[in-house]
Nanobody, 124 residues
Framework: QVQLAESGGGSVQAGGSLRLSCAAS????????MGWFRQAPGKEREGVAT???????SYADSVKGRFTISQHNGKSTLYLQMNSLKPEDTGMYYC??????????????????WGQGTQVTVSS
């Protein structure tokens, strides 16, 4: 059974940094597409960053140059390094896994497995 568990969220001031982690169990993440998504109150869940099964990353335009997605296959852990945080980055952040694709998508509906989320709050 695939399980995902996020950690690393918190409250920071604008311009600060956070590193989110997603620990995976039940499978080897290097064979799955993985993604980070976020959801702000009253808004739909949106893709932030994804990584293909071959390790190629993609980013939403709103986070390009500020966020970095990476994975440690030996530890089955997915990371999201977030720098130069802005108040509009506030939301619940989720990691997700998609075992059915080789190339990741930013569409959350395509992902089968989700973690419980970790809250990120950025104050101005």
């Amino acid at each position: 059974q695939v399980q995902l568990a996020e950690s690393g969220g918190g409250s920071v001031q604008a311009g600060g940094s956070l590193r989110l982690s997603c620990a995976a169990s039940g499978y080897t993440i290097m064979s799955y597409c993985m993604g980070w998504f976020r959801q702000a109150p009253g808004k739909e869940r949106e893709g932030v960053a994804t990584i293909d099964a071959d390790g190629s990353p993609s980013y939403a335009d709103s986070v390009k140059g500020r966020f970095t997605i990476s994975q440690h296959n030996g530890k089955s852990t997915l990371y999201l390094q977030m720098n130069s945080l802005k108040p509009e980055d506030t939301g619940m952040y989720y990691c997700a896994a998609d075992p059915d694709r080789y190339v990741a998508t930013m569409d959350p509906d395509e992902y089968n497995y989700w973690g419980q989320g970790t809250q990120v709050t950025v104050s101005s």
